[in-house]
T-cell receptor, first 113, second 116 residues
Framework: GAGVSQSPSNKVTEKGKDVELRCDPI?????LYWYRQSLGQGLEFLIY????????KSGLPSDRFSAERTGGSVSTLTIQRTQQEDSAVYLC???????????FGDGTRLSIL | AQSVAQPEDQVNVAEGNPLTVKCTYS??????LFWYVQYPNRGLQFLLK??????LVKGSYGFEAEFNKSQTSFHLKKPSALVSDSALYFC??????????????FGSGTQLTVLP
């Protein structure tokens, strides 16, 4: 596609449920990033995929968070046993060469009741 | 470790006046610097970047930024502000040294309001 696509755009769920967020990067981009943007705050790095290399998971806040990237393209971020503090906008970005800017999707707004 | 500081949460400027949004950074290697803009309920849009070369970088929508190594700053500027420039602006940095982590570290954002 023309840009990074994320789905769903909004997700409301009850505390304790699991959620899956999807990111479809720009075609041909080898690197994919997940960030979290909490209300009134900047962006917090979560996880980074580069080609077939092992992902950099250093930003994941707890073991309830995981992500995978299938076939070097689409990525899914999974949050298990959601907590209210998980409420945020989850942004995905992709890029090609190392000094190219990251291109962002419009995000998934997650609300935990 | 790398970090970005945007010292102003809010900047107000009159339409037609010049605007500056401040950013300072800290990185152990070669700084790659970026400015992004975010409109309500949207993702971040890339404005401009500094990788190497001229310290004055020109970007989208008439924005420019000046890389100042001695002051570790990368302030965003525009000679004449438009009401449509009102948005949330983020400065970001990563270490461009080969083999360094590629994720960006973002500042906390500056809300720019251009008054008609």
């Amino acid at each position: 596609g023309a840009g990074v696509s994320q789905s769903p755009s909004n997700k409301v769920t009850e505390k304790g449920k699991d959620v899956e967020l999807r990111c479809d990067p720009i075609s041909g981009h080898t690197a994919l990033y997940w960030y979290r943007q909490s209300l009134g705050q900047g962006l917090e790095f979560l996880i980074y995929f580069q080609g077939n290399s092992a992902p950099d998971k250093s930003g994941l806040p707890s073991d309830r968070f995981s992500a995978e990237r299938t076939g070097g393209s689409v990525s899914t971020l999974t949050i298990q046993r959601t907590q209210q503090e998980d409420s945020a906008v989850y942004l995905c970005a992709s890029t090609g060469y190392s000094n190219q800017p990251q291109h962002f999707g419009d995000g998934t707004r997650l609300s935990i009741l | 470790a790398q970090s970005v500081a945007q010292p102003e949460d809010q900047v107000n400027v009159a339409e037609g006046n010049p605007l500056t949004v401040k950013c300072t950074y800290s990185v152990s290697g070669n700084p790659y610097l970026f400015w992004y803009v975010q409109y309500p309920n949207r993702g971040l849009q890339f404005l401009l970047k500094y990788i190497t070369g001229d310290n004055l970088v020109k970007g989208s929508y008439g924005f420019e930024a000046e890389f100042n190594k001695s002051q570790t700053s990368f302030h965003l500027k525009k000679p004449s502000a438009l009401v449509s420039d009102s948005a949330l602006y983020f400065c970001a940095v990563r270490d461009g040294t080969s083999g360094s982590a590629r994720q960006l570290t973002f500042g906390s954002g500056t809300q720019l309001t251009v008054l008609p």
